[in-house]
C-alpha cells in the first residue's frame, strides 16, 4: 500500500480531512483477545506537533508508560486514560489526561477530530483525539505514569513500508496485532549521538493504522 503523500500531512491538510472525511473503515476496531473485566470508557490524545520550517515535517508526541503501571506497563503509548464524571467529553478527557501525564497545556494543542473507538484486549473503550500541537510548549513528566517521552515523523507513522503486521496461537485461537519499530537518534550531554529503540505496538499501533487508513482513504465525492 502507499504512503500518505507528505502534502497531505500538513496541518490545513489534516484539518480539512476531518472537515470532510472520507468513506472508510477502520481497520483494527477490536482487539483479538479481550479480557472478561467491564468496559471503561476512555480517550487519548494524538499530539501531532508542527516541526520544521513552515509546519513541513510535523511528528507524533509519544510516551513510555511506567514500568510499575498495572496496565500496559512499559508499553509506548499516547497520553490518555479513563473518562472523569467531570469531563465535558472525550476531547476534555484527552486533553487533561495528556497535561496530568505530561504537563502539555490544552492552550497549545487545537483538536481537529477524532477517530472511531478502539476496544483493547483490556476492554478500554478508547477514543483517539487528533490535535495540532504548537511547537513551543515545554513538558513536565508524571513519573508515577510515564517513563519517557519522544516524538516520531509523522511521514514515518502513515508509510505502511514501516508497519508489521504479527499473527501468533494463543488459547486456541489466532492473535494478529501489528507495530512499528522506531529507531530515534538522541544526543547525550557528551555530544554522543545514541540510537534508541522504540517498540511501538498494541493499541498505539493499532490507532495509528486507522489514522493511515483514514488519511489514505479516497476523498468523498
Known amino acids: 500500500m502507499p504512503a500518505v503523500p507528505t502534502a497531505f500531512l500538513q496541518p490545513e491538510a489534516l484539518k480539512a480531512r476531518f472537515e470532510q472525511p472520507p468513506v472508510w473503515q477502520p481497520e483494527v476496531v477490536r482487539e483479538s483477545f479481550t479480557s472478561e473485566r467491564p468496559p471503561a470508557q476512555a480517550a487519548v490524545l494524538v499530539p501531532i506537533v508542527m516541526r520544521g520550517p513552515h509546519t513541513s515535517s510535523p511528528t507524533v508526541l509519544l510516551t513510555r508508560r511506567a514500568a510499575h503501571m498495572k496496565t500496559h506497563s512499559g508499553q509506548i503509548a499516547f497520553p490518555g486514560g479513563k473518562v472523569d ?61 510515564v517513563a519517557d517521552v519522544f516524538e516520531v515523523p509523522l511521514s514515518f507513522l502513515m508509510n505502511p513500508a514501516n508497519h508489521r503486521r504479527h499473527a501468533f496461537e494463543w488459547q486456541g485461537s489466532q492473535r494478529h496485532w501489528f507495530s512499528m519499530p522506531y529507531e530515534e537518534r538522541r544526543t ?29 482513504a479516497n476523498p468523498s465525492t
Do not use: K
Open 85 to 145: 464524571p467531570e469531563d465535558a467529553n472525550m476531547q476534555a478527557t484527552a486533553l487533561r489526561e495528556a497535561e496530568e501525564e505530561v504537563g502539555l497545556s490544552a492552550r497549545h494543542v487545537e483538536v481537529i477530530g477524532e477517530l472511531p473507538v478502539y476496544i483493547t484486549g483490556t476492554s478500554f473503550w478508547v477514543t483517539p483525539v487528533i490535535g495540532l500541537v504548537s511547537p513551543d510548549f515545554e513538558l513536565r513528566l508524571n513519573a508515577d505514569e
Open 188 to 216: 547525550a550531554p557528551n555530544g554522543e549521538v545514541q540510537a534508541v529503540e522504540h517498540f511501538i505496538w498494541g493499541a498505539t499501533a493499532g490507532m495509528l493504522r486507522n489514522f493511515y487508513r483514514f488519511l489514505a
